[in-house]
């Protein structure tokens, strides 16, 4: 079993910064991709980043040179610095790990942009 706990989320006007985090526990022991995902009210949940087990990344193009993901391996955590918000930046995020043929999420944690 893996847990996925995500923090860092909050309100901040637009143009300010968060870093959110998602750290994992539990039966960590091969991660072929760590995802960051983020839905709306009344929209579909949507990929904003991703990172591969070779790390390499993708991102949304709305997030473009905005976003940043990264990981740390050694304390089993993801990260997603977001520059640069805006309004339409605003949902829930959630941070999804890729082991073997499973996917695990987090709960969600909120951010909310201000005009």
């Known amino acids: 079993q893996v847990q996925l706990v995500e923090s860092g989320g909050g309100l901040v006007q637009a143009g300010g910064s968060l870093r959110l985090s998602c750290a994992a526990s539990?039966?960590?022991?091969?991660?072929?991709?760590q995802r960051w995902y983020r839905q709306a009210p009344g929209k579909q949940r949507e990929l904003v980043a991703a990172i591969i087990s070779g790390g390499s990344t993708n991102y949304a193009d709305s997030v473009k040179g905005r976003f940043t993901i990264s990981r740390d391996n050694a304390k089993n955590t993801v990260y997603l610095q977001m520059n640069s918000l805006k309004p339409e930046d605003t949902g829930v995020y959630y941070c999804?790990?890729?082991?073997?043929?499973?996917?695990?999420w987090g709960q969600g944690t909120q951010v909310t942009v201000s005009s």
């Open positions: 539990g039966s960590i022991f091969s991660i072929n991709a």
């Open positions: 999804n790990y890729v082991q073997s043929m499973r996917n695990y």
